[in-house]
């Protein structure tokens, strides 16, 4: 009885101790594993962000007005493209507050 015990008190210490280095750790939040090769359309899209470092393949992530998650190859020309024409969009907006 006194071994379960034991071993129940390890358990539980275990996992509130991977738990905490879990809700601590530096690493990245979402990477991108494959990319879309859909075009999409600068009306649809209302911010992105790229992806951390620490992630297999740099990315950008495009957050939809849906809202929806889009990943998308960096190194694409639509991309580059599109990241611009959001950045604009959105001085344009700061400028005219």
Known sequence: MRSHCIFIACLVLFAFCSLA???FSQGPNKCCFSFSN???PLK???SYHTTHLECHRSGVIFI???PKEICANPSNKWVQRLMNL???RNMKDMDSE
């Open 64 to 66: 939809t007005k849906a």
């Open 44 to 46: 649809q899209v209302d």
């Open 38 to 40: 859909v075009r999409i």
């Open 86 to 88: 959001v950045d604009a």
């Open 21 to 23: 280095q879990s809700e």
